[in-house]
């Protein structure tokens, strides 16, 4: 079974992002959407091993749910890569701070935030591969609430064509700051709580497991068929001792949506890590219910 990271990653290449990022500054949107198009087409045609895991997800929603809508076919594995194609456009609309289409699904929540964030209160949020988490920072961008500093968690050297692409065209922001997954230590866990101190967000993907800690992982149940997740995250989401929330961006009628949820740990540390497991897995299978063709995990995610 071939796990994530095990997965090459498909990119067109930075000199053609490059090309694509210039298409857009002097054309606009329309035309890189056009360019999608055909990237995602040629995606389905070529490569087979992401249309196999697209159908095999599918082969499972549809056992699960029953919904002839979600039948394993090859209009709907085209759609799954379709819509991931125009997330990367997305992500490169957010990374230059020209989306303004997002919205909380949940006005209290909304309120939390933006409170934290003037109050200077940090939180740790457990994101997921579905939808587009970094629309989060267009949001923030787009409130009139002080700049805070966000810290992201991600495995630098299996995104290394799009981070190459980001730095080339001087997108970096000054209140993002990229981490690398692979360099967590005691060290690390200090810098991280100095932050949280000082009124940042942290967030860490909770549903990809570790190159390095494939086997510091739990089991949970996604459509009926186990997976396996990485507990690690849990684990240092309550050494923080902060507020603790999941949360998934997906698009809904070209809006993106930020939802999130706040998770009350109380107890032990053996019983708030038995909380973060049945809440985190639970929120995973929801999202992907709410969100199928969002559900961004182009490998074989399942163990049976």
């Not at 540390?269 to 985190?280: F, I, M, N, R």
Request: charged share 25%; proline share 3%; net charge positive.
């Amino acid at each position: 079974m071939k796990k994530w990271f095990n997965v090459k990653e498909k990119s067109a290449g930075v000199k053609r992002l490059q090309i694509t990022w210039w298409i857009y500054k002097h054309f606009g949107e329309f035309p890189i959407r056009v360019i999608a198009f055909f990237i995602s087409l040629g995606t389905f045609l070529t490569a087979k091993d992401v249309r196999n895991y697209s159908q095999k997800f599918f082969k499972y929603l549809y056992e699960y749910t029953n919904n002839k809508q979600y039948k394993p076919t090859i209009l709907n594995s085209y759609k799954h890569i379709f819509t991931f194609a125009n997330s990367l456009v997305d992500k490169m609309l957010a990374y230059s701070g020209n989306y303004s289409n997002i919205n909380f699904d949940n006005k209290d929540v909304e309120n939390k935030i933006i409170e934290m964030i003037n109050n200077r209160y940090g939180a740790f949020f457990i994101t997921n591969h579905i939808g587009c988490i970094e629309m989060l920072r267009a949001f923030i961008a787009s409130k009139k609430v002080p700049k805070i500093k966000i810290n992201v968690f991600l495995q630098q050297k299996h995104c290394e064509i799009f981070n190459k692409f980001i730095n080339s065209i001087s997108l970096q922001d000054k209140y993002v700051e990229l981490l690398p997954i692979e360099e967590i230590d005691v060290d690390t866990a200090i810098k991280i709580k100095e932050k949280l101190d000082a009124g940042e967000f942290v967030f860490m993907a909770g549903d990809r497991i570790s190159i390095h800690q494939q086997n510091a992982v739990y089991p949970a149940s996604l459509l009926n068929h186990k997976i396996l997740l990485p507990i690690g995250v849990l684990k240092f989401a309550i050494l923080l001792e902060c507020p603790v929330f999941t949360t998934v961006c997906p698009k809904k009628d070209r809006i993106y949506r930020m939802c999130m949820k706040e998770i009350k740990l109380e107890g032990s540390k053996k019983e708030k890590l038995s909380t973060l497991q049945q809440v985190y897995s639970k929120y995973l299978e929801d999202c992907t219910l709410n969100f199928p063709y969002q559900f961004y995990h182009f490998f074989d995610i399942f163990e049976s």
